[in-house]
């Protein structure tokens, strides 16, 4: 039985950018938006980073799932194929980019 959607959400911003947010993955708003961090949780958090100076399109986003999983639980990730692929692709961008700050989130 699966335990993640099939709809890929990919990472979203400049990879140049210096400041890097890592979700967990994707929820429903996110899956049909095809962004991360669109959802109610993100639109919140990109509220308080903008009364910092921080704008959504200045930032790197990504997940590391980038499936939603069933039950926006993130546990139905583990052990996938789907969070292998995303963890390989967003390690080889954080040794290709080397971003000053990563925050996770979740």
């Known amino acids: 039985m699966a335990k993640v959607y099939s709809t890929y959400v990919p990472n979203h911003g400049p990879v140049d950018s210096p400041l890097w947010l890592v979700g967990e993955s994707p929820g429903q708003s996110e899956e049909v938006e095809q962004k991360p961090l669109v959802g109610e949780a993100g639109q919140l958090l990109m509220e308080v980073l ?3 100076g921080v704008n959504y399109n200045d930032v790197y986003l990504a997940n590391l799932c980038n499936y939603r999983p069933y039950g926006n639980d993130f546990k139905n990730c583990v ?3 789907e969070l292998t692929e995303s963890l390989n692709t967003l390690y080889q961008a954080i040794s290709k980019y080397n971003p000053i700050c990563i ?3 979740g």
């Open 103 to 105: 925050i996770a989130l």
């Open 50 to 52: 903008k009364n910092y």
């Open 79 to 81: 052990g996938t194929r």
